[in-house]
């Protein structure tokens, strides 16, 4: 390089090129600072809308409430029933809001190198279980087909952090099931095992509006939405992806996606998780021609076993199962029924319900801990509650501070019932296939209640927020799945319609009286028979109105829970009687 008497500077061509390159790499992160500032400033003006459209509503239903109160017009009975239902519209909006600001902490976390994956032992049939009705109701909610296969053959027992599998899989799906419009989304799970490592590949196939090939390569970056323009009219974050791609980077997987603009697309991440131990899945086989089943039999021939519970469906299922594994079965429907059969006769095992009338299985379990002399032909026994309380430190608490050896929660699928029995008796194990007998049982929520039937009423209680689909809806397929095959589940059905009218009475009862002890055991009862029959919806609003009444027992918020349980009451009868009218038309289509 040059200079010349009057500043002019005279460049080599080599350093001319350096120059000419600096300037373009200074333009070239111009244009990514600009363009990365540009994803910000869209992805601010669209949690703008995510976080402003729930507020709202929170607002404004806050609003009506305190009209509500105040119109001094209105009796209080509707008073109570509008409140209700718009702090229904509080719930889900705040709901909304929640799921927005932890997807803004979770890639706010990653991006920051202060989040952590935190491994523990877990079985992904019991994941798999959790997830796969959750997104059929989802899926059914846009009238959606939602299917499922997974390689039976894989390891089960393994360690990672389930929370966020579990994650990285929702999000996956649910971002299907919000792209598509009509059609179907897929699951599919196969992988490979090695000695001491399964790769999971989690596949999710949909027939959705698909992705354009120049926005492949922005789909997993942070604050990035690709296809604004056609993709404006679906709620989220847009944050589900990129969180996805970091997950799986901390934990050593992948991911990888192939689309067909207008056509769908398919997303399959790769996850690697260490085998605790040899056991497989063996619940799921691919759907491919006719669909088969392998079930683990296991027989226990000659042995007894006494099942207590108050609900009829669950003891048809209970000993079904029971008779599949050439076991003798009684069967009893209360607690002192129980104990008279407890010291007479010797089980090999006895089942007993939490939750009912006049004895729960608690207080049986009390007795017979606090007089072993009386009930000595039994000793030994293993005792397992049966209970629909799944939540995380009940086993322990039934287990350490009640007295039982064992817990099994309702309802219980074949399977697990097989892995309990063999725990704790000695049989003969057989694996066999089985046709599944599913086809011709109607697509779920197939038939629905006759015309003018009713449903929960606005404003009136209803099921809980953000439930899918009507009340009264079935997944037959759910149905088949837990009763374990086609017979046994219409047996259940015609079992559930058989107490129809004995059930409407205790309830009518029970509100008559304000006797919301016994109005809360029915409700249980129905929530975990529902459930059990694939009504996921019934069961869900069951749980709510039972809840409610939980609170109300013990005295909390006592002037909003009763509101709510006498609010609700209308809506709870209506749609308990539309399920069982759509219970009957899918046994009459077989």
Same mark, same amino acid.
């Given at each position: 390089m040059e200079s010349l008497s009057d500043d002019r500077v005279?460049?080599?061509?080599?350093?001319?090129?350096?120059?000419?390159?600096?300037?373009?790499?200074?333009?070239?992160?111009?244009?990514?600072?600009?363009? =990365?500032? +540009? =994803?910000k400033s869209d992805f601010l003006s669209s949690m703008s809308h995510e976080i402003r459209t729930p507020m709202n509503t929170v607002l404004g239903m806050n609003e009506l409430i305190r009209m509500t109160l105040g119109d001094p017009e209105l009796p209080i009975g509707e008073k109570i029933g509008r409140v209700v239902g718009y702090a229904d519209g509080i719930q889900h909006s705040g709901e909304m809001l929640l799921y927005v600001i932890n997807d803004i902490l979770d890639i706010s976390k990653i991006e920051s190198g202060k989040f952590e994956i935190r491994p523990a032992p877990y079985?992904?049939?019991?994941?798999?279980?959790?997830?796969?009705?959750l997104f059929t109701i989802n899926a059914e909610g846009k009238?959606?087909?939602?299917?499922?296969?997974?390689?039976?053959?894989?390891?089960?027992?393994?360690?990672?952090?389930?929370?966020?599998?579990?994650?990285?899989?929702?999000?996956?799906?649910?971002?299907?099931?919000?792209?598509?419009?009509?059609?179907?989304?897929?699951?599919?799970?196969?992988?490979?095992? =090695?000695?001491?490592?399964?790769?999971?590949?989690?596949?999710?196939?949909?027939?959705?509006?698909?992705? +354009?090939?120049?926005?492949l390569v922005h789909l997993f970056e942070s604050f990035e939405r690709v296809d604004s323009a056609e993709t404006h009219y679906i709620e989220g974050t847009g944050l589900g992806l990129a969180i996805v791609k970091n997950l799986l980077d901390l934990m050593g997987g992948s991911v990888e996606?192939?689309?067909?603009?207008?056509?769908?697309?398919?997303?399959?991440?790769?996850?690697?998780?260490?085998?605790?131990?040899?056991?497989?899945?063996?619940?799921?086989?691919?759907?491919?021609?006719?669909?088969?089943?392998?079930?683990?039999?296991?027989?226990?021939?000659?042995?007894?076993?006494?099942?207590?519970?108050?609900?009829?469906?669950?003891?048809?299922?209970?000993?079904?199962?029971?008779?599949?594994?050439?076991?003798?079965?009684?069967?009893?429907?209360?607690?002192?029924?129980?104990?008279?059969h407890i010291c007479k006769y010797h089980y090999d095992i006895i089942f007993l319900d939490h939750m009912m009338p006049e004895m729960s299985g608690v207080k049986v379990m009390k007795e017979i801990r606090n007089n072993p002399d009386k009930y000595s032909v039994n000793d030994g026994t293993p005792y397992i509650v049966m209970t629909a309380n799944a939540v995380v430190g009940a086993k322990e608490t039934y287990i350490n501070e009640h007295?039982?050896?064992?817990?099994?929660?309702?309802?219980?699928?074949?399977?697990?019932?097989v892995d309990l029995m063999s725990t704790y008796i000695e049989g003969d194990e057989?694996?066999?296939?089985?046709?599944?007998?599913?086809?011709?049982?109607?697509?779920?929520?197939?038939?629905?209640?006759?015309?003018?039937?009713?449903?929960?009423?606005?404003?009136?209680?209803?099921?809980?927020?953000? =439930?899918?689909?009507?009340?009264?809806?079935?997944?037959?397929?759910?149905?088949?799945?837990?009763?374990?095959?086609?017979?046994?589940?219409?047996?259940?059905?015609?079992?559930?319609?058989?107490?129809?009218?004995?059930?409407?009475?205790?309830?009518?009862?029970?509100?008559?009286?304000?006797?919301?002890?016994?109005?809360?055991i029915q409700v249980h009862a129905l929530k975990s028979s529902s459930k059990t029959i694939g009504a996921m919806n019934f069961s869900g609003f069951s749980m709510t109105v039972e809840?409610?009444?939980?609170?109300?027992?013990?005295? +909390?918020?006592?002037?909003?829970?009763?509101?709510?349980?006498?609010?609700?009451?209308?809506?709870? +009868?209506?749609?308990?009687?539309?399920?069982?009218?759509?219970l009957r038309k899918i046994r009459e289509a077989g």
């Open positions: 005279i460049l080599t061509k080599e350093e001319y090129q350096k120059l000419l390159d600096s300037n373009e790499r200074l333009a070239d992160a111009e244009r990514r600072a600009n363009a =990365a500032n +540009k =994803a079985h992904i049939k019991k994941l798999i279980d959790d997830l796969i009705p009238n959606l087909s939602f299917t499922a296969d997974v390689d039976e053959d894989l390891p089960g027992y393994i360690e990672g952090d389930e929370v966020r599998i579990r994650q990285i899989i929702t999000n996956i799906v649910n971002n299907a099931v919000k792209y598509t419009r009509e059609g179907s989304v897929h699951l599919s799970i196969s992988g490979r095992a =090695a000695e001491d490592e399964v790769i999971y590949d989690v596949a999710v196939r949909d027939t959705g509006i698909g992705i +354009k090939q120049e926005n996606v192939q689309s067909e603009y207008g056509k769908g697309s398919i997303f399959t991440v790769h996850i690697p998780q260490p085998v605790l131990s040899d056991e497989k899945i063996r619940d799921y086989m691919p759907e491919v021609g006719p669909r088969f089943l392998k079930k683990r039999r296991y027989y226990i021939e000659g042995r007894k076993i006494l099942v207590v519970d108050d609900n009829m469906t669950n003891l048809v299922v209970a000993k079904r199962f029971l008779e599949q594994m050439r076991a003798e079965a009684d069967t009893v429907s209360s607690g002192k029924e129980a104990l008279e007295g039982f050896d064992g817990y099994i929660a309702k309802p219980f699928r074949f399977s697990e019932l057989v694996v066999e296939k089985k046709p599944d007998t599913s086809a011709g049982m109607g697509r779920p929520g197939a038939g629905g209640p006759p015309p003018g039937a009713g449903g929960p009423m606005a404003g009136a209680g209803g099921p809980p927020p953000g =439930a899918r689909g009507e009340v009264w809806d079935v997944n037959i397929e759910a149905g088949i799945d837990t009763c374990g095959d086609k017979d046994t589940f219409e047996i259940v059905v015609d079992t559930y319609l058989e107490i129809e009218q004995e059930t409407a009475e205790k309830l009518e009862e029970c509100q008559k009286n304000d006797d919301w002890e016994n109005y809360r809840n409610a009444a939980k609170e109300l027992i013990e005295g +909390k918020n006592i002037e909003k829970n009763l509101g709510y349980l006498r609010g609700s009451y209308r809506s709870y +009868k209506a749609a308990y009687s539309a399920l069982c009218d759509n």
